[in-house]
Each structure stands twice: as structure tokens, then as C-alpha cells.
């Protein structure tokens, strides 16, 4: 399941799994979906590693920004994904 996350002034849409082990560490994935003309931008990423998948549509500098943007609320979405999602969280 993806929970909502964030909504950015050009309608880019940020989502976000459950806490989840993968080889015996925590991941979380992360999506990033932008509308544009004839379809949408998307990306995924994966917590705490950073690691990016499925890159299409942007370019190497919204990369870049969603990586830092990422990176600066990176362990509110991790304390999300445990708790499952904003509706179930008891600290937010």
C-alpha cells in the first residue's frame, strides 16, 4: 500500500510504502509522480539508501532536488512507513 505524503505547488505527488524488510534492513520506497503533457514524470526511491529506480521524465537536476527535499524529511517518512501512513500515526 502507498500513503500520501506531500503535494508540491506543481502537483507533483509524493507517496510513500510501509516500512518493510528487505535482506534484513528496513526499506521504505518512495514515489515521486509529476503530471505533464501526455502522461507524468515518475521516480522511486528507496530509504535509507537513497537508491533511484525508474527514472523517467526528469532530469538529473529535479533528481537532485527531490534528493535533498527527500533528505530533509527523510525520517519523518520512515517514522510514517512504520506507522502506516499519516492517518495511523501517533507522533504527527
Known amino acids: 500500500m502507498l500513503y500520501p505524503f506531500m503535494t508540491l505547488e506543481d502537483d507533483t505527488e509524493i507517496v510513500h510504502s510501509d516500512a518493510y524488510l ?5 526499506v521504505v520506497r518512495v514515489e ?3 503530471p505533464v503533457k501526455g502522461g507524468f514524470s515518475s521516480a522511486t526511491v528507496y530509504l535509507p539508501d537513497y537508491r533511484w ?3 523517467t521524465g526528469f532530469s538529473q537536476e529535479e533528481i537532485d532536488y ?3 527535499l ?13 506507522e502506516g ?3 495511523n500515526a501517533s507522533s504527527f
Open 22 to 26: 528487505e535482506e534484513g534492513k528496513e
Open 70 to 82: 527527500i533528505g530533509s524529511v527523510a525520517h519523518v517518512i520512515i517514522q510514517l512507513a512504520r
Open 32 to 34: 515521486i509522480e509529476k
Open 53 to 55: 529506480e525508474d527514472i
Open 85 to 87: 501512513g499519516f492517518e
Open 66 to 68: 527531490f534528493t535533498e
